[in-house]
């Protein structure tokens, strides 16, 4: 049977089971990807749990459109993803993968539970950059809704990273990788940044950088809980 669905996972894949007949799994940086001939793929981290996947199935057979969305993610036609890098993070590659299609269709389907730790050292923030920057030079080249479902979900990634980055910095990571980030990002795009301090809170944030994203005990509590961290 002809497979609808490609899960490449970001890890360890030994102790995942497809569960479906139309679902094939493999690790996101194994060659074989290449060679997939499913209808779509889907790129998560490992730990993931299934949850309403035969609607999501169901979907993706009938449909044509390069982006299929779901709750907290999306479907990529096979046929347009580029072999990943060993070291591309699962929402960098997404991004990249969005902004080489021309097509998106939206369900509010959730097919998966989805595990993911959000990834804030500095390197974190240098990837992030540049997921930034590629999205910027791909303005003029992307139809205007696939274009806003790449920015809405730059977004919401910038909520989390700073959030998690914040929480870091309360345990010793440098705080000035965090105030050069915030910068630079308010220089790339004003559009994309302005949706970004609606999405968190434009007083909060003026708040937060006068005193250079260093947060309080309460405050720590309050995104921790946010972020579903176990106190």
């Known amino acids: ?28 940086d194994d060659p074989k990807l290449n060679k997939c001939k499913s209808k779509y793929t889907v790129f998560l981290s490992s730990g993931f749990t299934y949850g309403e996947m035969r609607p999501l199935l169901d979907r993706a057979e009938s ?14 036609k096979t046929s347009l993803i580029k072999h990943p890098d060993t070291d591309t993070n699962i ?18 389907v959730v097919p998966f539970k989805l595990s993911e730790v959000i990834d804030c050292d500095g390197g974190a923030l240098d990837r992030l950059k540049n997921t930034v920057r590629e999205y910027i030079s791909a303005k003029t080249k992307v139809p ?4 806003s479902y790449a920015r809405d979900l730059i977004c919401e990634r910038l909520v989390l990273v700073y959030k998690s980055y914040m929480l870091a ?10 105030v050069e ?14 949706v970004f301090e ?34």
């Open 169 to 178: 910095i309360r345990n010793g990571a440098d705080n000035n990788l965090l």
């Open 91 to 108: 929402f960098s590659l997404q991004i990249s993968c969005i902004l080489n299609c021309k097509s998106i269709e939206k369900t509010d």
């Open 144 to 147: 205007v809704d696939v274009y």
């Open 1 to 28: 049977m002809k497979k609808v669905l490609t899960v490449a996972v970001q890890g360890n894949v030994s102790n995942l089971s497809s569960e479906f007949e139309e679902v094939e799994i493999i690790q996101a």
């Open 63 to 76: 449909t044509s459109a390069d982006i299929l969305t779901f709750e907290g993610g999306c479907l990529f």
């Open 198 to 231: 609606n999405r968190f809170s434009h007083a909060e944030l003026e708040k937060l950088r006068a005193k250079n994203f260093k947060i309080s005990f309460i405050t720590a509590i309050k995104y921790k809980k946010e972020l579903k961290i176990k106190q």
């Open 181 to 194: 980030f915030d910068r630079s990002i308010k220089s790339y795009d004003m559009v994309l940044y302005k």
